[in-house]
């Protein structure tokens, strides 16, 4: 029981972290703000991450391409890694580390948005899906823990969570995916 209420406290506590951040809560704002933007100009909004993060990023791309709170048109997103003979392939006969760039280069367009997702900001794949994406004038935002690891240095955004605990990471990763997706919803299709 001890350790069931240390697990749900630390939680808290990261996600009031969160909430106490002027930082976070303005960054995820201008977040929000630019995926509506891309969303007006006819953009998309792609995502990636590896593991539990992959997980995680093709939950949020549906929150986008089904609904979220309400019946409303569909808005274009989704997550690079779900067409596994892709996946399987590329990784095959180039690397694991090109799979997310090569899809960036065949479908990222200039003002578009890559949100790549890593509690620890260093994984390969996508941080090469960053590259590419900036070669071809995409908006980055990148989703870590607390250092932003190498993704830090080649996105526009980094929302990094305070925190190197991989499982809270990704739950505030989730928060405030979750509130980027209700404050998009609401703008594109206000009630």
């Known amino acids: 029981m001890e350790n069931l209420k240390r697990i ?3 939680s808290i506590d990261l996600k009031t972290k969160v909430l106490n951040s002027p930082q976070l ?16 100009n006819d953009g ?9 993060s ?9 929150e986008f391409s089904g609904r979220f ?15 596994t003979s892709y996946l399987t392939a590329v990784g095959n006969d180039y690397s694991y580390d090109q ?14 948005i890559l949100i790549g997702m890593s509690t620890s900001g260093n994984s390969g794949n996508v941080v090469k899906a ?20 190498k993704m830090k240095d080649c996105c526009d955004y980094l929302i990094n969570i305070p925190s190197k605990d991989t499982p809270r990471i990704q739950e505030a990763h989730m ?8 404050i998009v919803e609401s703008k594109m299709f206000p009630k």
């Open 54 to 62: 992959a997980a995680d990023a093709q939950h949020l791309a549906a």
């Open 8 to 10: 749900i406290k630390d």
């Open 130 to 149: 960053f590259e590419q994406a900036r070669k071809q004038g995409m908006i980055i935002v990148a989703m870590t823990g607390e250092t932003g690891g």
């Open 25 to 40: 809560l303005e960054l995820t704002l201008k977040v929000a703000d630019d995926i509506v933007k891309c969303f007006k």
């Open 69 to 83: 709170y309400y019946d409303r048109p569909p808005l274009y997103s989704e997550a690079l890694h779900v067409n």
């Open 44 to 52: 998309k909004v792609l995502f990636c991450g590896n593991g539990g």
């Open 99 to 112: 799979i997310y760039a090569r899809l960036i280069q065949a479908k990222g367009r200039k003002g578009d």
């Open 175 to 182: 928060l405030l995916g979750h509130a980027i997706c209700e």
